[in-house]
């Protein structure tokens, strides 16, 4: 079952083509992995997937909805962590799970439990009370995480989130991604650490606006005849005409 279609998805600014007619499915569950160089087009289309920005042409459903004419109902069945950290760091832990929860919707009996979940999914009930500002980075990535799934949404888009983070925290950080798309949960994520990539059940790369290679880690690996997603990454990166 596809959560994600995109039919010659396309976005014009003035006479510039950020996102020029992409196509592609994304199925319940799956890690799509959405990468591209600076420039690509990749933050566009992800903007328009959450119904933040509406396409110049193409056809879009997201979560069973048309992103023309149901964007609230796509904003209710998806969850959004940006590339920098999107939590309230006066706020203590507790608070900012009870807020988001509440904006989702949650009852109080939910927010009670998934607060006590998530704290102890993350081994933080000794934080519990601590100011989001006062943890460490990748601490705040984790919870991040938590919380933009706090509501169980059917997608999550992940907007390079572990940019900056140790390789410990990163491999952490996964481990959450993972358990979620166990539970049905789609992760789309955009990452510039190519070993990340290979962590994704498929992955496409967008060069200038359009997707030039789409598939899983191992056949995109086959193709190229390298041996990681790093040289298959660089192999169509270095064709960009476009920068930034």
């Known amino acids: 079952m596809y959560v994600i279609e995109a039919e010659k998805l396309t976005k014009r600014f003035g006479n510039f083509t950020a996102v020029d007619q992409i196509s592609f499915e994304v199925s319940e569950g799956e890690i799509f992995g959405f990468l591209g160089a600076n420039g690509a087009g990749k933050t566009t289309a992800m903007?328009?997937?959450c119904g933040?920005?509406?396409p110049?042409?193409?056809?879009?459903?997201?979560?069973?909805f048309d992103i023309y004419k149901q964007t609230e109902q796509v904003k209710q069945h998806i969850g959004y962590m940006s590339q920098k950290f999107s939590l309230y760091g006066d706020l203590k832990v507790w608070e900012n799970i009870r807020l988001f929860g509440g904006i989702y919707g949650l009852s109080e009996v939910q927010l009670k439990e998934k607060t006590d979940r998530i704290l102890g999914l993350l081994d933080m009930e000794d934080k519990r009370d601590a100011?989001?500002?006062?943890?460490?980075?990748?601490?705040?990535?984790?919870?991040?995480?938590s919380v933009a799934i706090v509501h169980e949404p059917r997608i999550v888009f992940l907007d390079e989130p572990t940019g900056g983070v140790d390789p410990v925290t990163r491999r952490q950080f996964w481990e959450l991604i993972y358990q979620a798309a166990r539970r049905g949960i789609t992760i789309f994520v955009t990452t510039h650490y190519m070993d990340e990539a290979e962590y994704c059940d498929r992955v496409s790369i967008m060069v200038d606006g359009r997707i030039e290679a789409?598939?899983?880690?191992?056949?995109?690996?086959r193709k190229f005849c390298v041996e990681n997603m790093n040289d298959?990454?660089?192999s169509l990166a270095r064709k960009a005409q476009r920068g930034e």
Not at 56 to 64: D, M, P
Not at 133 to 144: M, T
Not at 214 to 221: A, G, R, V, Y
């Open 47 to 49: 903007r328009i997937l």
């Open 52 to 54: 933040l920005s509406k």
């Open 56 to 64: 110049t042409s193409g056809k879009v459903r997201v979560a069973g």
């Open 131 to 145: 100011l989001v500002d006062s943890l460490p980075l990748g601490w705040k990535q984790k919870l991040a995480f």
């Open 214 to 221: 789409l598939d899983t880690p191992l056949e995109l690996k």
């Open 232 to 234: 298959v990454f660089y």
